[in-house]
Structure formats: C-alpha cells, structure tokens
Nanobody, 127 residues
C-alpha cells in the first residue's frame, strides 16, 4: 500500500528526492516516516512524523541535509536529500502506523507500531 520511488545513483554532494505514495487514510492521524537499510546493517530510522505529537524527527546523521514533507492533496510524502554522502547508500523505505510513535534519543530515531511498509527504493551515492 506504500510505494517509495525516486532512488538512483548520484555522486557525493548531490541531491535526490524520494516520494512515497500512500492511501489517503494514512494522512489521518498516522505516523509516517522514512527508514533505510544498508547491506549488512540493521534498519534505521531516518525521519519520522509521530502520530502522538505531530513532530518531525530526524536522525543526527541526516539532520540539516534531509527534509521530510508531505502533500496531502497528492497523498504523497517526500524526502528531500541534499549533500548526499557515500554512507547514505541504502535501500530506503517508507512506513506508516495508526498508533505509530517516533522519537529521537541520542541522535537515533526510534519507532514503534509502524504497521505498513512499502517496497524500498535503492539510493547509491558514489564517492
């Protein structure tokens, strides 16, 4: 039900914008966010809007470079990624949950109850 797109190959310092098409009900009191998983690593939260407080949280590793936004009229959530680094290389996923909660502790995004996961999109940043 969620479909991420917009990934690709980009040189370090470049930009990409990911898009996540979601059902319209997702935008009613759902938490929604972006997550990524690099080969051999655990999945990590990149950016997330919590259903609890409506605040957008960012991992320290992307803060100031990535911006999450939404266009409710298009039922789409975006992740604008600027100043990309090779360490940003990963498969990026969007996910949502009606009771979803996000927070940041120690620079890490923690998330709970994200029930709907879309297929990911590959982002590769070359040095």
């Amino acid at each position: 039900q969620l479909q991420a797109s917009g990934g690709g190959l980009v040189q370090a310092g470049g930009s990409l914008r990911l898009a996540c098409a979601a059902p319209s009900f997702i935008f009613d009191d759902y938490a929604i966010g972006w997550f990524r998983q690099a080969p051999g690593q655990d999945r990590e939260g990149v950016s997330c809007i919590s259903s609890r407080d409506g605040v957008t949280y960012y991992a320290d590793s992307v803060k100031g470079r990535f911006t999450m936004s939404s266009d409710n009229g298009k039922n789409t959530v975006y992740l604008q990624m600027n100043t990309l680094k090779p360490e940003d290389t990963a498969v990026y996923y969007c996910a949502a949950g009606i009771s979803g909660v996000c927070t940041v502790v120690g620079g890490t995004v923690y998330y709970y109850n994200m029930d709907y996961w879309g297929k990911g999109t590959q982002v590769t940043v070359s040095s």
